[in-house]
């Protein structure tokens, strides 16, 4: 099990991209695998949960080819996949399973899909109930809530579903379903989670139509291969935004970042935190919105974080409380339950990762209070397996009084192969 020590650093300089989006890369082999024509994709995130979707896709016959620039998939239409011939392993990947077991749900096979030994432990009810009600016949572990999951597509018939968590996976799931089922789907949010399904269910030219917290889509209409590229991921964004927020006499430019709204909670909390974060050469790319992010560091102060900024801030809680361990007050985290069924249970981890360096921390059921502090202490935190505990540890080290080890770091290769090297490029020490 591989580790790093991390040693403090005097300033985050210099001018950096950061690598393609995940979601949006794990939708563009979705969407190019059974539309019809030639997808390419520039920009594409090589990170192992990404690969594991495009093993899948070519576990059922999809010609996908990478020229280590450009990625090209032969769409074989919407009823063109095989039949997988052995399980179709999603890794990490929540995405990938999650997704894909909804379009396997309208297919006209057999499939099993699985995972790592975290994927196994996570709820997997959240997308086989709704399936279910369209018609999906799927069963798995414990009662069909935890995969792998068995899948005898067949057909199905539009829901209108009122979801009771802000998940987009829950609503890509059934999105992706309802490309196959008869009349509509239907799905409804408590608060908008990030819409880069139906922006590019749009691009791909779906029947789709959006509503106040919701979208609803028609099946049976083909789709048509396009030409993505693939901004940078802000949550990947998100680790150097705090690191050049944190540390002093820092001055960092984050090039071609995707400012979504629905996933640009990070930079609204964190700017509401005193974080001077700017947006630059505003424009769009592939349905996307797109800036350059000039972050300059900045002294925090802690703030009360709830409501409908969690699920568009929803991956960036281990950056975000890093900030806050450094911010002058406390700041309260509530409304993020869902932090507790990621990768890990995400506010345990933090918790217990801030507590190990010497910060105050208070978990509640559905967040954590953090008194911030000037004095971080170093030491030894271990990922739980997690990427992005990783990387928020690996922050936290620029600032604390002595070098902090990050033990299990391997798991930094799912999302963000590239991150130490290009920590070290930036710090200086
Ligand atoms: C994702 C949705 C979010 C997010 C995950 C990626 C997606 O999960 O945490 O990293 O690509 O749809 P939930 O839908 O479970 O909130």
């Known amino acids: 099990m591989s580790s790093i020590q991390i040693q403090p650093a005097l300033s985050i300089n210099g001018e950096i991209t950061v690598p393609g989006d995940k979601s949006i890369s794990h939708r563009s082999i979705m969407l190019g695998a ?40 032969t769409g074989c239409g919407l009823h063109g996949l095989k039949e997988p011939d052995d399980v179709l392993d999603c890794g990490n990947s929540g995405t990938t399973i999650r997704l894909i077991t909804g379009l396997l749900a309208g297919q006209s096979f057999f499939s099993v899909v699985t995972g790592d030994q975290y994927l196994r432990k996570r709820p ?29 597509g067949g057909s199905l018939t539009g829901i209108d579903y009122q979801s009771p968590v802000s998940s987009a996976q829950i609503k890509s799931s059934l999105m992706l379903a309802g490309l196959y089922a008869d009349g509509e789907t239907s799905v409804t949010e408590p608060s908008l989670s990030r819409d880069h399904s139906e922006r590019m269910f749009r691009l791909f030219g779906a029947s789709l139509v959006r509503h106040d917290r919701g979208v609803s889509v028609r099946g049976g209409f083909k789709l048509t291969a396009q030409e993505v590229t693939v901004p940078g991921d802000i949550s990947s964004a998100a680790f150097f935004m705090v690191a050049a927020l944190i540390t002093p006499n820092s001055e960092l430019l984050i ?46 102060k802690g703030v009360e974080i709830s ?20 911010a002058e007050g406390v700041t309260s985290i509530r409304d993020a339950r869902e932090l507790r069924v990621k990768e890990t249970d995400r506010i345990t981890a933090m918790a217990e990762s801030l507590k190990m360096l010497g910060i105050a921390v208070t978990e509640t059921e559905d ?24 990387m928020s540890m690996a922050v936290a080290a620029l600032v604390a009084s002595s070098p902090v080890t990050v033990t299990d770091i391997g798991c930094v290769a799912t999302s963000f192969p590239t991150f130490f090297p290009l920590l070290a490029h930036v710090a200086s020490r």
């Open 34 to 73: 059974i539309a019809d024509g030639v997808t390419t994709v520039r920009g594409f995130l090589r990170g192992e949960d990404n690969m594991s979707t495009m093993h899948a896709f070519r576990a059922m016959g999809v010609n996908i080819k990478d020229d280590g620039e450009i990625i090209r998939i």
């Open 255 to 300: 090039k071609n970042v995707g400012v979504n709204p629905s996933r640009t909670g990070v930079i609204d909390i964190l700017q509401s935190m005193g974080g001077d974060i700017r947006l630059l050469n505003e424009r769009e790319v592939s349905g996307e919105p797109v800036a350059d992010l000039l972050v300059r560091s900045s002294r925090l």
């Open 124 to 152: 997997m009810k959240r997308v086989v109930e709704p399936l279910s009600r369209m018609g999906a016949r799927i069963s798995g572990r414990s009662g069909g809530t935890l995969a792998p999951l068995a899948i005898t």
């Open 367 to 390: 967040g954590m209070d953090i008194t911030g502090s000037e004095l971080l202490l170093g030491g030894s935190v271990d990922s739980c397996g997690d990427h992005r505990i990783a």
């Open 307 to 326: 409501g409908s900024v969690v699920p568009r801030a929803i991956d960036e809680f281990p950056a975000v409380c890093v900030a806050a361990a450094r």
